[in-house]
């Protein structure tokens, strides 16, 4: 579980850091940097990929979860 | 269960789902798609609408397996397996159908009409209402079950009528509209997305993958709804004793 934490604000820090990123890009000039080319759909993949990725951990965590209660009854 | 270790407990499969929805989220978006009217973007869709419908139908075709393998055998096992597939199932179906109203809304609907009038139009779809009826059936399934106490009953009544219900399910989805005229593809011209002529080679190169990625999903979704059922049964049976 400790690991699951780690991640979890790993994870954190680098939306973290991509939000901080975009602000600062607002007070100089625009540059085409990689966020926001090609109409900014790669925030949308940033979004969607955030997403599955809590949905993934989610289901992680309940395996794990879910395999230490069978070792517990067998 | 026994001790030694079957596929449920097994991580390698749980995790080609993962890396295969990672690459159906980024391709599926950011590679070239063949570029239509009325659809534009909107193609992409293929890649999570579609593959919902794809994953339900697997979990359905698991669920019946299942509950064949229950009349045989009689082992409750195979209850608890056919009854959490078919419910996995049944999201996957309630998505396809939601993401499926999203997608029509903004191709099939007439942008000059209002939105009631273009609604009749499309409520009339076949596909759609094939769709409604099949789901209908499995949530029947769901209410039949949970309302009889007796758990061999219960077991076998369920079975017998997931049989009929996935017997159920070829003429509403696969069939009927297949001969009536439909807006959705696949009308009267065959299979939709998987016939090689209708589907363009670089949108295979993600379709197939994103078929495959979400239908392990949705069994490994399956897989801890039952572990968790067993354990539970496992639970009350020491506490019974």
């Given at each position: 579980?400790?690991?699951?934490?780690?991640i979890?604000?790993?994870?954190?820090?680098?939306?973290?850091?991509?939000?901080?990123?975009?602000?600062?890009?607002?007070?100089?000039?625009?540059?085409?940097?990689?966020m926001?080319?090609?109409g900014?759909?790669?925030?949308?993949?940033?979004?969607?990929?955030t997403?599955?990725?809590?949905?993934?951990?989610?289901?992680?965590?309940?395996?794990?979860?879910?395999?230490?209660?069978?070792?517990?009854?067998? | 269960?026994?001790?030694?270790?079957?596929y449920?407990?097994?991580?390698?499969w749980?995790?080609?789902?993962?890396?295969?929805?990672?690459?159906?989220?980024?391709?599926?978006?950011?590679?070239?798609v063949?570029?239509?009217?009325?659809?534009?973007?909107t193609?992409?869709?293929?890649?999570?609408?579609?593959?919902?419908?794809?994953?339900?139908m697997?979990?359905?075709?698991?669920s019946?397996?299942?509950?064949i393998?229950?009349?045989?055998?009689f082992?409750?096992k195979?209850?608890?397996?056919?009854?959490?597939?078919?419910?996995?199932?049944?999201?996957?179906?309630?998505?396809?159908?939601?993401?499926?109203?999203?997608?029509?809304?903004y191709?099939?609907?007439?942008?000059?009409?209002?939105?009631?009038?273009?609604?009749?139009?499309v409520a009339?779809?076949?596909?759609?209402?094939?769709?409604?009826?099949?789901?209908l059936?499995?949530?029947?399934?769901?209410?039949?079950?949970?309302s009889?106490?007796?758990?061999?009953?219960?077991?076998?009544?369920?079975?017998?009528?997931?049989?009929?219900?996935?017997?159920?399910?070829?003429?509403?989805?696969?069939?009927?509209p297949?001969?009536?005229?439909?807006?959705?593809?696949?009308?009267e011209?065959?299979?939709?997305?998987?016939?090689t002529?209708?589907?363009?080679?670089?949108?295979?190169?993600?379709?197939?993958?994103?078929?495959?990625?979400?239908?392990?999903?949705?069994?490994?979704?399956?897989?801890?709804?039952?572990?968790?059922?067993?354990?539970?049964e496992?639970?009350?049976?020491?506490?019974?004793?």
């Open positions: 579980m400790k690991l699951c934490k780690k979890y604000s790993l994870l954190f820090l680098l939306a973290l850091s991509i939000t901080v990123l975009g602000q600062g890009e607002n007070q100089t000039v625009q540059m085409a940097d990689l926001r080319s090609n900014r759909i790669y925030v949308v993949v940033a979004v969607m990929l997403i599955l990725t809590g949905l993934i951990l989610y289901l992680v965590r309940l395996d794990r979860k879910i395999s230490r209660l069978e070792k517990e009854i067998k | 269960m026994t001790d030694e270790k079957n449920m407990q097994k991580a390698w749980k995790i080609a789902s993962v890396l295969l929805l990672i690459y159906t989220f980024t391709c599926g978006l950011l590679l070239d063949p570029h239509l009217p009325a659809l534009q973007e193609i992409r869709n293929l890649y999570f609408h579609v593959c919902m419908w794809f994953c339900m697997v979990l359905f075709i698991i019946v397996i299942n509950s393998r229950f009349l045989r055998s082992d409750l195979y209850d608890v397996y056919a009854r959490q597939y078919a419910v996995v199932g049944i999201v996957f179906g309630i998505l396809g159908y939601a993401t499926g109203a999203i997608w029509m809304s191709t099939w609907a007439d942008p000059n009409n209002p939105a009631f009038q273009s609604f009749s139009a009339r779809e076949p596909k759609l209402i094939g769709a409604a009826i099949a789901l059936i499995y949530f029947a399934y769901l209410i039949l079950r949970d009889i106490t007796d758990m061999d009953k219960r077991a076998r009544i369920s079975a017998v009528y997931n049989i009929f219900a996935f017997a159920m399910l070829f003429p509403t989805i696969w069939i009927v297949r001969l009536l005229p439909s807006l959705h593809p696949g009308g011209s065959g299979n939709p997305a998987l016939d002529r209708d589907i363009d080679g670089r949108m295979r190169l993600v379709f197939y993958p994103a078929v495959i990625g979400w239908t392990l999903l949705g069994v490994w979704i399956s897989t801890l709804k039952i572990r968790l059922k067993i354990l539970k496992k639970k009350m049976m020491h506490e019974t004793l």
